[in-house]
């Protein structure tokens, strides 16, 4: 698999984490121990916590994503 490919199914990943109705807490969570984040783990561990709730406020209230 590609490096790009890879990259995009985290960002759908992530997308669709931050629209979910999880807590930041548990998003934070999620991404440091899924094994499917393990080559982002570096990234995901610089993620402030007050930031990943403003991007779940900003999802919820902005975010439109096309249908599959």
Do not use: H, T
């Amino acid at each position: 698999m590609s490096e790009d490919l890879k990259y995009s199914e985290f960002q759908n990943a992530l997308l669709e984490l931050l629209s979910s109705d999880i807590s930041e807490d548990a998003i934070l969570a999620i991404l440091k121990s899924d094994a499917r984040f393990e080559d982002y783990r570096d990234y995901v561990e610089q993620f402030d916590p007050d930031m990943v709730a403003v991007a779940c406020e900003l999802m919820g209230k902005w975010a439109r994503r096309k249908p599959e």
